[in-house]
């Protein structure tokens, strides 16, 4: 039997809990979310058939505030999975003081064997099946992996058509024209530089002369929206990036890659090839094809996994060699995995504070929505820059003060905070159990 992702999410929890004064009550209700939709969107595809996708949405927690959280389209898409996704999400923007809850959302399907059309059909039918769910006080989606602003716009449009006012506020990561916020297309990518750079900066501060120099080389898995954003700043900031991929498979040079080539190549023909571009023209250059298992055991300074989650498993923990780890995706390393990486003198640093760039900058344009008053590309950056750094030093002390991994430290930091707003609250238990006298 497979192993549900969320009992093994869960698990991270359990190793945090002995840090931070909880009551217990506050900790059994973390174990479970709030509320699982299950829904069936019938879908008209292009050749006039019917197609019914299966499709969820899952609040885990509200305590802290209306709940948050990105819609996944991928064939993949488990109701075990969105709910370790919304599980994922209360922590991280507990860990960030995002007063959101945390949420997921998910469609059962693989995107690119849709039409335009019938992309716009299912992502509105979607919205159809959930619009009772969700609302700008309640639940917010957002984008997640093979979904995008252009899709969010659609869902935007759907709710507001349903509700019959304009709804900016109910979606983030939507289209700048339709209300969406500058800087939220790239902030995952760029939140997650401004934590490395914070955390290499402690670890420079942290080692003595005797070892060896700063990191310098990188290797991607995922050039998506995430991952190519942050292979693009650490390119910039003169790290060599030796090797990327796709869901196809990957690309490396020990020499190092050209990352504003390949992010043009792709752009144009949706590959990632190992590209040099000169102006308008593009010429490959010399590489190795290699597969993603290969890419997770190269042997470099940063690893940075931008895909999906569970690549790196107790089945192959024992090969990687980078020094850090940096989770840009959600759940890529299981608990089991930790633990030997944890053995080898690995360093990781969690996805609930490395990606939390993308929600914070979805709460800024929530902010900027309900406000009316719009925020220029610098003023998005410096506020994800001062909020996302503010918890990598806390995470990072954290981690020094109790001496446990860079992880736990982010539950710790994060359960603080949330255990704060569920014993302020109260647990409701008398309420719940009916007992109201
Ligand atoms: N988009 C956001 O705002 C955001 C924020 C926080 C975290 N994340 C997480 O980052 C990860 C990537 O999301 P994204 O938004 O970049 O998605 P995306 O759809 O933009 O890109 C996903 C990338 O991963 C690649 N991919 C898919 N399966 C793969 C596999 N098995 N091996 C290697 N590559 C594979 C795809 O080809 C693509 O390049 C996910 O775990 C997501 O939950 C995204
Ligand atoms: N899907 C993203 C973004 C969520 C959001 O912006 O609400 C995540 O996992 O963090």
């Known amino acids: 039997m497979t192993k549900s992702l969320l009992t093994d999410a869960s698990r991270r929890l359990d190793r945090a809990l002995k840090y931070v004064t909880i009551s217990e009550d506050a900790a059994e209700r973390l174990k479970a979310p709030k509320a699982s939709l299950k829904v069936s969107i019938p879908v008209r595809m292009d050749d006039g058939s019917l197609k019914v996708f299966e499709g969820y949405r899952v609040h885990f927690d509200d305590t802290r505030g209306p709940t948050k959280g990105g819609i996944r389209f991928h064939p993949q898409v488990t109701l075990d999975e969105v709910q370790s996704l919304a599980f994922w999400m209360t922590f991280k923007c507990a860990a960030l003081n995002i007063p959101f809850g945390g949420a997921k959302g998910g469609v059962t399907l693989n995107p690119k064997e849709l039409s335009k059309a019938e992309l716009e059909r299912l992502s509105r039918g979607y919205i159809d099946a959930i619009a009772n769910f969700i609302g700008p006080d309640t639940d917010i ?40 916020s500058l800087g939220r297309s790239t902030a995952t990518g760029t939140g ?12 420079s501060n942290k080692r003595s ?9 990188v290797a991607v898995q995922g050039f998506g929206n995430a991952g190519a954003v942050v ?30 080539s390949i992010q043009k190549f792709k752009a144009d023909t949706r590959s990632v090839k190992a590209v040099y571009c000169d102006g308008s023209v593009c010429n490959l250059v010399e590489h190795e094809v290699i597969t993603n298992d290969t890419l997770l055991s190269l042997d470099v300074d940063i690893l940075i996994p931008a895909a999906l989650e569970n690549q790196i498993t107790a ?44 929600v914070t900058v979805s709460y800024f344009e929530w ?35 109790h001496k446990t991994s ?25 309420y719940v159990s009916g007992n109201r006298e």
């Not at 780890?325 to 633990?339: K, M, R």
């Not at 569920?422 to 008398?430: E, L, N, P, S």
């Open 209 to 217: 002369g005797k070892q060896p120099s700063s990191p310098k080389t």
């Open 141 to 180: 989606p957002a984008p997640d992996v093979y979904t995008n602003p252009m899709i969010m716009g659609w869902m935007m449009d759907q709710y507001s058509i349903i509700r019959q006012q304009r709804s900016p506020a109910v979606i983030t990561g939507k289209p700048v024209a339709l209300g969406g």
């Open 192 to 203: 997650a530089f401004y934590v490395l750079e914070a955390m290499m900066e402690h670890l």
């Open 367 to 401: 902010v900027q929505n309900r406000s009316g008053l719009y925020w220029t590309l610098d003023e998005v950056n410096q506020r994800l820059k001062k909020q996302i750094v503010a918890a990598a030093d806390t995470i990072w002390h954290i981690a020094q003060t």
């Open 231 to 260: 292979a693009r700043h650490l390119f910039d900031a003169g790290y060599t990036i030796v090797a990327v991929s796709d869901s196809r498979g990957g690309i490396y040079t020990p020499n190092g890659l050209d990352i504003p």
């Open 315 to 358: 089945a192959n923990a024992d090969a990687i060699q980078a020094r850090y780890i940096f989770e840009v995706a959600n759940g890529p390393i299981s608990t089991d995995a930790d633990d030997i990486l944890e053995a080898k003198g690995i360093t990781v640093f969690p996805d609930i504070l490395v990606n939390a760039g993308g």
């Open 406 to 430: 860079v992880r736990t430290a982010a539950y710790i930091h994060a359960l603080n905070s949330l255990g704060a707003a569920m014993d302020a609250r109260g647990t409701r238990a008398d």
